[in-house]
């Protein structure tokens, strides 16, 4: 425990370290090009971690963490959300310093770009290959068709191949369903290669979502991986399928502040500004399970004590009767975060285990 | 419309003005204290709007809060949050500088503030008047009296009287459930007074919630109020009842970044880490309607146009076949937030209509 006097994002470094070796050993494994997504924990620090295991290209999410990640030292940054042309101006000053890939699944927004940039860009079109949140379906073959003949006659911009984001294995439950939803995008990707007819190493796939590429034991029709939430998972990572408990990296220790006797809760300093209002699925939907560290990682008490309840600065830990007594008024409580990504944005910075604190874009 | 390249907290400098005069024209018609709770605005610059109208002692919710307003020349602060005896050199601190009153439900914490303080502080008796959070039930006569007693005994604490936040009012769908609420909450305070048998004038009681306190019509055995949200208001409150859509001085204005003509779906740049990630009740659970600025206030464009899903930094936004003809790529789109303490603790700062900036703390 590292008893700070306010809520503190723990980071156990081993873990987060062990995460991204992993996710390079599949990489390898599978030939594939690593270009990890930095959203989940947005700092440079641990951006160097990536580059130990030899990572050269990221992707991130938006532009001011494509200026954040190029002001540390990074040359090869893809922005995974679809271009926005309020930001052109912002966009070509990346562009004439680093290597920058857009996504694009739109004609208009395309014109634009190429009208406006002074420098080239790269560009991925997006396609929805299930999540419904943006690209386009691999089934409008011929506007990816004139979106690409579109791109292939501009001026600035270059086409590099196919973005998607699998998000609805999100809404997965097991490691099979996690692969199920993995076997059909592959297959939509086949699909769409064969209707294109385009020569293959012409262009390259890339998809990132963490419980695919966690879970996935083929690479079919998929070139480049972009995950992002693995390097510290999380426990909607765990309930989905994706991870472990014993591989989450981070964790929320919290003040206790008060205990009530009657109804066996405490009530800790953390609330929604810290945790985030992201809550479990499932019967009982809950902000995170209570956890003490063992063996060097997190392990749930037991499965009646969590974090019942928050508000702007409170939570409320509903106990079992047993942890009940184990808690007392001045000490600290640990916490899984339901979803690291924006915990770790409202916290702004990591405790190491060790005291150092490293920080994130904020 | 601002129409920045980034998701833009928009703040309505008239209408929160007349939201802060309306309470305090309120206050002086009930003879009551004034200690506005500066937890959703966090800012001094808006602090200054209520020294405008002659407030002179606030709330706040951390400790951090107290030193951030305590450096901006208010010298009558209340922590309205379980003392947190891991910060009592802070608070320490505070009560050399300032007026400090803390919120204390429990003996023990008792005992170590007044062995650790080297100056006086204020003490509030927490009170649970149904919100189960934390704070002491009105039944527990002989812990209220012992407790009671204790301050009175130590060296640095002084006794001034009860504090309640009747966070059960959020749960009200109507005016008519946030009276019965208001009504029970100062029932109970006639008994606790009656049981104790104090001298009425002897100790001050202060009461915190928006509805009540925005639709309340007496407030019998109350003596000061600590509302916060009602500086902003937004759709949550707009659904308990507090607040109708004209008062509401905040709103998220969005780049339209995609558009997807067979769901009639927009995608902006506006997520969760804009937003927060706290969805509005009932049947069609979303993150907030769209809305146009029409006489100087937000109106809403239609039923069927909100804020559908969100994910770290995309929207989806569902619209009426008619409004969906509306909206392009490249313009802006304006929802209202169903939070908005937690929206504006993930914005930092507003933009006012005129085009200054204001900060908070972050």
């Known amino acids: 425990m590292y008893e700070s006097c306010e809520p ?3 980071l156990n470094e ?7 070796q992993k996710m390079a050993d599949k990489v390898q494994k599978f030939d594939l090009s690593f270009k990890p997504h930095m959203k989940t924990h947005q700092s440079a620090d641990i951006g160097n971690w990536y580059k130990e295991v030899g990572v050269e290209a990221i992707t991130v999410s938006s532009v001011k963490m494509a200026q954040y990640f190029a002001e540390n030292g990074w040359n090869d940054i893809t922005i995974a959300f679809p271009a926005n042309i309020k930001q052109v101006k912002q966009i070509d000053d990346l562009t004439s310093r680093i290597k920058l890939t857009l996504l694009l699944s739109n004609a208009f927004v395309a014109g634009v770009l190429d009208k406006e940039l002074t420098h080239d860009a790269n560009v991925y079109i ?7 949140r943006s690209g386009l379906k691999v089934t409008k073959i011929s506007k990816i068709k004139g979106l690409i003949e579109q791109i292939n006659n501009s001026k600035h911009l270059h086409w590099s191949g196919f973005y998607s984001h699998p998000g609805h294995s999100y809404q997965a439950h097991s490691k099979q369903e996690i692969l199920k939803i993995h076997r059909s995008v592959q297959d939509q990707l086949k699909d769409l290669k064969t209707h294109l007819g385009l020569n293959q190493g012409s262009f390259e796939i890339c998809i990132g979502d963490t419980p695919c590429c966690s879970v996935g034991t083929s690479f079919e029709n998929i070139d480049a991986i972009s995950p992002g939430n693995f390097v510290f998972y999380d426990y909607m990572q765990y309930q989905i399928g994706s991870c472990d408990i014993k591989d989450i990296a981070v964790a929320m220790e919290c003040p206790i502040v008060d205990r009530y006797e009657d109804r066996k809760e405490l009530v800790i300093y953390g609330g929604a500004i810290h945790f985030s209002k992201e809550s479990n699925s499932g019967e009982n939907p809950h902000y995170g399970p209570a956890v003490i560290e063992k063996n060097g990682s997190w392990q749930v008490i037991d499965s009646d004590t969590y974090l019942k309840s928050i508000s702007q600065e409170h939570g409320i830990i509903r106990c079992s009767p047993e942890s009940f007594e184990e808690f007392k008024i001045g000490q600290s409580i640990t916490i899984l975060p339901i979803h690291s990504c924006l915990t770790a944005n409202l916290m702004k910075n990591y405790q190491l285990t060790d005291g150092r604190k490293i920080f994130r874009l904020s």
Chains 1, 2 share one sequence.
């Open 8 to 10: 503190t994002l723990l």
């Open 14 to 20: 081993r873990i987060c370290k062990s995460n991204i």
């Open 126 to 132: 997006e396609l929805d290959t299930g999540g419904n």
